[in-house]
């Protein structure tokens, strides 16, 4: 991947406890824009954030279930380029499809 490749790294929490840094990229927002039963990740930010990661751990062979049982197994999304500042807050960092992550040489 390039550096100025679409980059939207995570670390993802399951309820066992369990963390996984997943990287999604334009695959994975692809894959959202393909599921119909999604509304647009402006209006769904948190679900958003929570697919994108899943798509991402599916490719990478990290995560091996269906969609459903991810929703019910994770309990956190957050975005792994946050600020520390930000790390005692609540609940999933909501997207920014538009933003460049980190590139692969930082």
Do not use: C, N
């Amino acid at each position: 991947m390039t550096s100025g490749a679409l980059r939207l790294p995570y670390v993802v929490t399951l309820e066992d406890g369990t963390t996984l840094d997943v990287v999604a990229d334009q695959r994975d927002l692809a894959a959202w824009e393909l599921h119909k039963d999604f509304r647009p990740p402006h209006e769904a930010p948190h679900t958003a954030s929570r697919f994108w990661a899943w798509s991402a751990a599916k490719r990478a062979g990290d995560y091996e279930h269906a969609w459903a049982r991810w929703s019910a197994e994770v309990i956190d999304v957050r975005d792994a380029d946050q600020d520390d500042e930000q790390e005692g807050e609540q609940g999933p960092t909501p997207p920014s499809p538009g933003r460049k992550g980190r590139s692969a040489a930082s």
